[in-house]
Nanobody
Framework: QVQVVESGGGLVQPGGSLRLSCAAS????????MGWHRQAPGKQRELVATISSSGSLTKYADSVKGRFIISRDNAKNAVYLQMDSLKPEDTAVYYC???????????????WGQGTQVTVSS
């Protein structure tokens, strides 16, 4: 079994910063792509950022480009999201995921965390 746990959410004022962390544990051989999605009240879940297995390729939603940075630490099976210049419209539950391989020969399975609340408000 694989568990994915996020942390680092909270309440922050507009213009402030937060750093989200996400760690996978359990029966892990390797992790391909990892990333973050978010879901605001009454809205569909949307992609925020993704990162390749090596960390060399990243992708961001247009709404967060230049403000958010995704990174990963493969030794810790972890992915991070540094969020700067936060806006009220960034308020949402943030979910991380990892495409996990449990053996060398099996294909990846996507595992999601339970989500962490980010609220941007004065």
């Amino acid at each position: 079994q694989v568990q994915v746990v996020e942390s680092g959410g909270g309440l922050v004022q507009p213009g402030g910063s937060l750093r989200l962390s996400c760690a996978a544990s359990g029966s892990i051989f390797s992790i391909d792509g990892m990333g973050w999605h978010r879901q605001a009240p009454g809205k569909q879940r949307e992609l925020v950022a993704t990162i390749s297995s090596s960390g060399s390729l990243t992708k961001y939603a247009d709404s967060v480009k230049g403000r958010f940075i995704i990174s990963r630490d493969n030794a810790k099976n972890a992915v991070y999201l540094q969020m700067d210049s936060l806006k009220p419209e960034d308020t949402a539950v943030y979910y991380c995921y990892g495409n996990v391989r449990t053996t060398q020969v099996t294909g990846p399975t996507t595992y999601w965390g339970q989500g962490t609340q980010v609220t941007v408000s004065s």
